[in-house]
């Protein structure tokens, strides 16, 4: 495959955009779902070819697209659980098919906004122009509201609306923020593209206007922070998990707030680069420990089990900016490190959680139980997945929170109390629902589950052996990277 796209007059950076744009025209005429989730797969597993390809091609910069240390390594992990969702969704999507839940034709433009959304996250992560970013958030946003109201229930498209409405405030927000910075920006490198270059705007950052700059992270902040499910801007976040398609639960936790967190952290650069201008670690580590504290609260009082792994993902959104907020290299690359194996592990859990769905036919946590006597392996998949999200050893988010609780003690010991005590009480409140779910008698229907159980334990390998050991390709990126983000 990889030999395949060698032959093509197009660059890998190219590629990772153009595969899953021309995929999505393909997926709307094609007239039968199983053709469709089979070209959804394939179109997949070739951009995630070309991601990786990326690992081999030049570090370089264009006015639109740059491929860097900083952004290479979120396309792989993107491509790759976007190809592995794919997977999972294909079998997932052909059972609510045949239990009436969707129609064929609902089927075909799932798969298109599927690759859409592809589309739009690795724009966003390959783009080097600031506007070219905003467009890229802002397409991926609108193709999972599509997706999130395919059901047509009356929950679903309140659900849809929601998410559209705080996402299109968010967005507007950042737009602001970024024509702030295109403004600090011209008045330093000169009007035009050279001013929305992202690499060209942080080489001077020491230059730009300090006041306007950290008045622009603020709406950039809002506008991010909304699509990253940091608290208080998160409220889109449980609907759109509880009432979407269980594959699109595992996308948004599992990427779409990385890429969100991702653009932030772009301009976190720019503005920590300006001695003058506004304390971004602090007010990310204001937010992060909200948003974790908050989240770990709210665990406790969850009813719906998609709704509960969605506020356990404002909670490991809420760690990692808090990572990031600290800052230096051991938090930073303690951050980095957490987004990816929360990325592996979270997708790993909402596959889990399908299973158990069509299993059970209901997303009521008080009506499942007994998982393990009826589905012995999704009992197990389920365990291991919430044994990894909690932090408990070995696997790779133990690690990350291990880095980060290291750094943070010798330098704000008070705020390592918060930290510490927001992650057992996530811990707690996670165990127990899993322990309800797992054991008892079984309670509701028993069905047998269909979707594929592959994606589900591959993630869970990885995240697993990451816990033991990282190749060193993979701790020096996460070590170049931290460097960066100072």
């Known amino acids: ?8 007059p197009l660059a890998p950076v190219e590629l990772v955009l153009v595969i899953p744009a021309l995929a999505v025209p393909l997926l709307v005429v094609i007239p039968n779902y199983r053709a469709s989730a089979i070209v959804n797969v394939i179109a997949s597993g070739l951009t995630l070819a070309a991601g990786l390809a990326l690992l081999a091609a030049a570090r370089e910069r264009g006015d639109f697209l740059i491929v860097d240390d900083f952004n290479i390594f979120f396309v792989v992990l993107t491509t790759f659980i976007g190809f592995t969702t794919s997977v999972y969704s294909a079998t997932y999507i052909g059972h609510e098919i045949e239990t009436g839940h969707l129609t064929p034709a609902f089927v075909r433009f799932y ?13 966003a992560l390959v783009a080097n122009n600031i506007g070219l970013m905003w467009v890229g958030v802002e ?3 609108l193709a999972t509201v599509m997706m999130v109201g395919i059901y047509r229930t009356e929950a679903a498209i309140e659900a849809a609306w929601k998410y559209f409405i705080l996402g299109s405030v968010g967005i507007g927000l950042a737009f602001f923020g970024t024509i702030l910075v295109y403004m600090v920006a011209s008045s330093v490198v000169g009007t035009g593209v050279p001013a929305m270059a992202w690499d060209e705007i942080a080489k001077n950052a020491g230059a730009l206007d300090s006041k306007l700059l950290s008045l622009a992270f603020v709406f950039l902040l809002v506008g991010y922070g909304t699509k990253a499910g940091l608290a208080p801007f998160h409220a889109w976040l449980p609907d759109a998990h509880a009432e979407g398609p269980t594959p699109i639960s595992a996308v948004l936790s599992g990427l779409l707030l990385n890429v969100a967190l991702y653009a932030l952290l772009r301009f976190k650069m720019v503005v920590a680069g300006n001695l003058h201008a506004i304390d971004v670690g602090a007010i990310l580590m204001t937010l992060g420990l909200a948003s974790l504290v908050f989240a770990a609260l709210m665990l406790y009082r969850r009813r719906d089990i998609k709704r509960l792994f969605a506020y356990s993902s404002i909670e490991h959104m809420g760690i990692a900016a808090f990572a990031f907020g600290l800052g230096g290299p051991l938090a930073n690359f303690a951050g980095l490190l957490h987004m990816t194996m929360h990325s592996l592990i979270k997708s790993a859990i909402f596959f889990a959680v399908g299973h158990v769905v069509q299993a059970k036919g209901t997303q009521r946590i008080a009506d499942i139980s007994g998982l393990s006597v009826t589905h012995p392996m999704l009992a197990v998949g389920l365990a291991l997945g919430v044994i990894g999200i909690v932090g408990l050893p070995p696997f790779g988010v133990f690690t990350s929170e291990f880095l980060l609780v290291s750094a943070s003690v010798s330098r704000h010991p008070v705020l390592t109390v918060i930290l510490v005590a927001g992650v057992i009480l996530a811990l707690g409140a996670l165990v127990m629902r899993m322990q309800g779910l797992i054991f008892g008698a079984p309670t509701g229907k028993s069905d047998a589950v269909k979707a594929s159980a592959i994606p589900l334990f591959v ?4 995240a697993f052996a990451a816990g033991l050991w990282l190749p060193d390709p993979l701790v020096r990126w996460f070590r170049s990277v931290a460097a960066l983000l100072g």
């Open 1 to 8: 495959m990889t030999s395949l796209l060698a032959a093509l």
């Open 111 to 123: 798969h298109a906004m599927y690759q859409a959304m592809m589309a739009a996250m690795n724009l």
């Open 139 to 141: 397409g991926a946003t």
């Open 459 to 462: 993630h869970l390998a990885l």
